[in-house]
């Protein structure tokens, strides 16, 4: 087909191009020219009109090349990279990893765990050696009691330290210094699980404190965290708690799990969504406009939505925003780079505002304070009950955990502000499950996990600034 290049000339076929030539010959030379398709200059010209075709194809792909809507591939890689936009390379899941165990026990690098509903598989980064100079998680144990004694313990930096005094036991060394770490040491828990063992949990999730071991306590078990990332490229998922087994026993590990999310890869970014992408970053070359700072926001690693809520007006908007503010949204991302980044394109005088605060430096080296939010877990529970359809085989011992597993699968592709609709659940079970007749699903939702809605065949909005989490042991499926 002919097409058109810059200067608007006509791109034209083989067959074309050859006819043009015969065209000219008969012109030239003699009408009858076209009827001697064996002549030997008949036959050199098809061939030439092979090669400019060729050529003409050659200046056609450079033209489209140049532009967003035609190019692909690495053109097109170029093509945004014009307005400093590069193509999302693909990315691997990756979390901290609570191993515990008893003290020297070692996990080498390339260790497999495996996401327990899904047997998605993630990688030790490095080996880990458990010891008693840090930890996660810690029992400690007396193994030695003596009378009028000091026994002490370092953590985090500060000392823990009592006198056993007269008639000492073991449960009254441990719990003098549960109430002294109890006073003196922040960021961590307690307990007694028995009157021979004292209990220490660091407080904050993915976070390790070091530790000084006095004489006379021992180390019954002890967790300490390592990062580890996901065998193959995409989101690959792995909710709380649910990296739970090691693919081979490794000795004197007890139990593995993430205490947190999984923070989720992706696959390399399709021509179709970096041309998407390039349209909505086009105005990162301006700033100062809530479009700027979106798109320079989601241009940053990990982050995996962000939309941004003005209040232009005089006056607190009914959300408590303050007058002539503005709230970022942001899923994913380090929040360091995210503050840096609203503070570079937002708006001279406009306030930020959200519920996460993290302190920049700007371009005087000055402290500038900036807000900005992440999206309200929305939890969801939800009962699937089904029929079976005679005329097809139910799968009696994996069919259930299928349904659930393919309603999660359906509700982990739920975004931000994404209501939740129960019957949008049926096609993905209906295509994972066989043998099912009919399917009536209910939801409910909490903000807390504590206080629950009544469940609800109809659709559950989710608000802007609102995000719905699914979890397999909040899915439960009765046969009815």
């Known amino acids: 087909m002919a097409g058109l290049t810059p200067a608007g000339l006509v791109i034209k076929t083989r067959p074309e191009i ?26 050199i010209a098809n061939v030439f009109a092979e090669e400019i075709s060729d050529a003409w194809g050659g200046i056609q792909g450079t033209y489209d090349a140049s532009f967003p809507m035609s190019a ?11 307005v ?9 899941s990756f979390t901290q990893l609570q191993v515990t165990g008893l003290v020297g026990a070692t996990v080498p690098v390339d260790t497999v765990v495996k996401v ?12 880990l050696v458990l010891s008693n100079t840090r930890f996660s998680d810690i029992t400690f144990n007396i193994t030695s009691v003596v009378d009028s004694t000091v026994y002490s313990l370092v953590i ?35 307990s007694l699980p028995t009157s ?26 002890v967790s300490d965290l390592i990062q580890v990332v996901a065998q193959n490229f995409g989101e690959v998922k792995a909710p709380a708690n649910t990296i739970t087994e090691l693919l081979i026993p490794v000795a004197n590990v007890t139990s ?41 926001v989601r241009n940053l690693d990990g982050v995996t939505a962000a939309f941004v809520i003005q209040n232009k007006a005089g006056v607190p908007d009914i959300d408590g925003r303050p007058s002539h503010s503005f709230e970022v949204v942001v899923e994913g991302g380090d929040e360091e780079e995210i503050a840096q980044t609203i503070w570079e394109y937002h708006p001279l005088g406009i306030e930020t505002t959200g519920s996460i605060s993290r302190t920049i430096t700007d371009e005087n080296g000055d ?34 955990l299928g349904i659930a597993q393919a309603a999660l699968a359906y509700g982990n592709t739920l975004n931000v502000g994404v209501d939740v609709i129960p019957k949008r659940f049926n096609g993905g079970i209906y295509d994972s499950v066989q043998g099912i007749d009919d399917l009536v699903i209910r939801i409910s939702s909490s903000l807390d996990e504590i206080t629950w809605t009544a469940f609800q065949t109809t659709r559950l909005p989710i608000g802007k600034t609102e995000c719905s989490s699914f979890d397999i042991a909040r899915i439960v499926v009765n046969e009815v």
């Open 196 to 221: 021979t063992t004292l209990r220490v949990n660091v407080t904050e999730n993915n976070s390790v404190f070091s530790l000084t071991v006095g004489a006379r306590i021992g180390v019954t078990s």
């Open 18 to 43: 050859f006819e043009n030539i015969q065209s000219k010959f008969k012109t030239r030379i003699d009408p009858l020219w076209g009827d001697r398709s064996n002549n030997l200059i008949n036959i």
């Open 84 to 92: 400093n936009i590069q193509r999302i390379a693909a990315s691997k």
């Open 72 to 82: 692909s591939g690495v053109s097109l890689d170029n093509v945004a990279d014009i």
């Open 256 to 296: 593995v799990t993430n205490l947190t999310p999984a923070t989720e890869g992706r696959l390399e970014e399709t021509d179709e969504e970096l041309r998407a992408r390039r349209y909505e970053s086009v105005s990162v070359i301006g700033a100062a406009t809530a479009q700027a700072i979106v798109s320079n």
């Open 156 to 190: 985090d930096g500060t000392t823990a330290s009592i006198n056993s005094g007269v008639g000492a036991t073991a449960n009254s060394i441990l719990t003098a210094l549960k109430a002294e770490i109890d006073s003196d040491v922040t960021g961590v828990t307690t």
């Open 116 to 127: 327990v509903d899904t047997g998605e598989r993630f990688l030790f980064s490095d080996t």
């Open 367 to 400: 402290p500038q304070s900036v807000e900005f939010s992440r999206p309200v877990v929305k939890y969801i529970k939800m009962e699937i009950d089904y029929t079976k359809y005679s005329e097809e085989t139910f799968n009696e011992t994996g069919g259930e």
